[in-house]
């Protein structure tokens, strides 16, 4: 027998989503797993916030149909949709306890007082909570806040968690370490999350599954390991990376404003290279510009021709400005794309 394919979690068949003369959400098909971590990720404006509130029933799509786990859900309103949601504003009762704020949508449901202790304490107990079940939101840190938010979301025993940018107001620190106890909730309880956030360390370090949007279309979904190493157009090679791709403009085979040549393909006007990915040993001639040291790296900021080339390498490099450097890659760390910007499959890729 065939296993039994599970329904996605979400799925949009040619969703939109128009503002009379504005479309945030161009005619859109997407299947988001069932237990998995889905981010969508994109700049200001891209269509990310109006996606999960499509989602949510918080907004009414102009067209098309949305299903989740199965059971299309489009005419259905947000409180009949089965889902929980963490805004980015925690939107905690002042005047409620910790306690009183988890279990406030529970009792609105009118469930027994004996179900709504026992899932209060379980959900308590599973994000550190439970010794500060009596204190207000202003007796709370920052991320003691963030935790209560998710934790209203999480008793409500929905199978699907919707969360945008909810840790957008927690300090570098306390977002990384957040962000690792999300991602240990979600695999312990197996939660379909959809998430939304504008960092892509968010996104590379959280997600099963990155949906990249750009001006309300999808410019690419994949896992990111998948995303980061084969971006399909400039746009994603370039927004994902803590240190941006390299771009060099490709003319009649060489290097723009050099006269290096390179074995590019058919209709290859851009060469993208990983920073990391640059080796000392080569033959493509540079000259040093200037340097960021950050600790563990020494990035190098190279020209050639009227190109500009940075280097990722190990912090105790030493090196000398407006020295020549020649450095170089393998073949398979070189990504192509046409003059659109959109990513050229060499005869050694997999599509």
């Not at 067209?63 to 409180?79: C, H, L, N, Q």
């Not at 027994?112 to 202790?117: D, Y």
């Not at 939304?196 to 994949?222: F, N, P, S, W, Y």
Request: net charge neutral; aromatic share 6%.
């Amino acid at each position: 027998m065939n296993p039994v394919t599970p329904n996605p979690a979400v799925e949009f068949s040619g969703v939109s989503k128009v503002w009379g003369s504005a479309t945030a959400l161009h005619t859109t098909d997407l299947k988001l797993a069932e237990g998995e971590f889905s981010v969508l990720l994109g700049p200001s404006g891209c269509g990310k916030t109006t996606t999960l509130r499509l989602v949510a029933g918080l907004e009414t799509p102009s067209a098309g149909r949305i299903k989740i786990f199965g059971r299309d859900v489009t005419e259905v309103p947000s409180s009949g949709r089965g889902v929980s949601m963490v805004f980015q504003n925690y939107a905690l009762f002042p005047h409620l306890s910790v306690a009183e704020n988890v279990a406030f949508g529970l009792k609105i449901r009118k469930i027994s007082s004996a179900e709504i202790e026992s899932r209060l304490k379980q959900t308590l107990v599973l994000l550190g909570l439970d010794h500060l079940r009596d204190r207000k939101p202003s007796q709370l840190s920052g991320g003691q806040q963030q935790r209560v938010a998710l934790a209203r979301a999480l008793v409500a025993d929905a199978k699907l968690c919707l969360m945008d940018e909810p840790l957008s107001n927690l300090d570098a620190k306390l977002r990384q370490s957040m962000r690792e106890e999300l991602r240990a909730i979600q695999q312990k309880l197996g939660l379909s999350v959809v998430y939304v956030t504008h960092d892509q360390t968010e996104a590379m370090t959280m997600a099963d599954h990155v949906v990249l949007l750009k001006e309300g279309r999808i410019e690419q979904q994949a896992s990111p390991s998948k995303i980061y190493q084969k971006p399909a157009s400039l746009f994603v090679a370039q927004f994902i990376g803590s240190t941006k791709m390299n771009v060099l403009k490709v003319e009649q085979g060489r290097i723009s404003g050099s006269d290096f040549s390179l074995n590019a393909p058919t209709g290859a006007a851009f060469l993208g290279i990983r920073p990391e990915d640059i080796h000392f040993e080569g033959t493509v001639p540079t000259r040093i510009r200037h340097t960021e040291f950050t600790g563990a790296d020494l990035l190098i900021h190279s020209q050639i021709g009227d190109q500009n080339l940075t280097v990722r390498a190990p912090g105790k490099s030493v090196v000398q400005l407006d020295s020549a450097l020649t450095l170089g890659w393998q073949p398979s760390d070189q990504h192509w794309f046409d003059h659109d910007g959109m990513r050229i499959l060499t005869s050694t890729e997999n599509v």
